[in-house]
Every structure is written in structure tokens, then in C-alpha cells.
């Protein structure tokens, strides 16, 4: 199973409790194979409305592609690890500038899993 928690810098005392099961932090600081780029990032945030965020998500799922048609087997290795155990994709969202969780870039990367793994069980988070 592959889904996706929120990351907190402080956690706060009202916050669901960790996820039980694989956690990965794939914000874009890190070298996870689903993380996307800081300039991505850095330019939806700074205009976060509806056309911002399309322009990131065509951004990102080419970035996704790209990586997939490059070397796939990152993918496949996740893959293969939520296929054996609970895999959480990690980020910061919802935020004050993104509270929307499907404008996360972990929701695009469960749809994207789903696409190219379509007998992984993937769970998208309540919105």
C-alpha cells in the first residue's frame, strides 16, 4: 500500500498520530524519485491560485515521465516495497500558501503510481 502523511517542522498536539509504516520524505530538498524540483516548487508558492497550481502539475508530471522514461527502476523499486509494506510519501502540505492536499505534489505522485502500477493499492488522504 502506498499513500502520503504530512511532515511537521513542530508537530502540532492536534495532529494525526505518524502513519505506522514506511515513511519517506520526498520534499524537493531530498532524493527521492517523486520529489520535485525546488524551482517548481518555489514558483507555484509564489503565485499558489488555480493557474499557478496547473502549470506546476504539467511541470511536475513531465518531471515524473522524464525520470520514468529515463530509469524506471526507482519507481519499480517503490513499487515493489509497497506491494511488501506500508509506504508513506512525505511532504509539508497542507500550508497556509497550499492548504488544498490535492495540490501536493505527493497526491500527484499517488496518481501517478496508480497510472504506471495499476495493482498497487494506492489510498489518497481525505481532502
Same mark, same amino acid.
Given at each position: 500500500?502506498?499513500?502520503?502523511?504530512?511532515?511537521?517542522?513542530?508537530?502540532?498536539?492536534?495532529?494525526?498520530?505518524?502513519?505506522?509504516?514506511?515513511?519517506?520524505?520526498?520534499?524537493?530538498?531530498?532524493?527521492?524519485?517523486?520529489?520535485?524540483?525546488?524551482?517548481?516548487?518555489?514558483?507555484?508558492?509564489?503565485?499558489?491560485?488555480?493557474?499557478?497550481?496547473?502549470?506546476?502539475?504539467?511541470?511536475?508530471? !513531465?518531471?515524473?515521465?522524464?525520470?520514468?522514461?529515463?530509469?524506471?527502476?526507482?519507481?519499480?523499486?517503490?513499487?515493489?516495497?509497497?506491494?511488501?509494506?506500508?509506504?508513506?510519501?512525505?511532504?509539508?502540505?497542507?500550508?497556509?500558501?497550499?492548504?488544498?492536499?490535492?495540490?501536493?505534489?505527493?497526491?500527484?505522485?499517488?496518481?501517478?503510481?496508480?497510472?504506471?502500477?495499476?495493482?498497487?493499492?494506492?489510498?489518497?488522504? !481525505?481532502?
Amino acid at each position: 500500500m502506498i499513500s502520503r502523511y504530512t511532515i511537521y517542522r513542530r508537530r502540532p498536539p492536534d495532529a494525526s498520530p505518524l502513519p505506522q509504516g514506511i515513511r519517506q520524505d520526498t520534499r524537493h530538498r531530498t532524493k527521492h524519485i517523486v520529489r520535485p524540483t525546488q524551482m517548481m516548487v518555489v514558483a507555484y508558492l509564489a503565485d499558489p491560485n488555480e493557474t499557478g497550481f496547473s502549470t506546476f502539475q504539467a511541470s511536475y508530471r !513531465e518531471l515524473l515521465t522524464a525520470r520514468w522514461n529515463d530509469d524506471r527502476s526507482e519507481f519499480d523499486n517503490l513499487a515493489e516495497l509497497a506491494f511488501n509494506e506500508d509506504v508513506y510519501l512525505g511532504c509539508s502540505c497542507p500550508t497556509k500558501k497550499n492548504p488544498d492536499v490535492r495540490h501536493c505534489h505527493t497526491w500527484m505522485a499517488l496518481q501517478f503510481m496508480a497510472e504506471k502500477f495499476p495493482d498497487l493499492e494506492v489510498i489518497f488522504p !481525505e481532502k
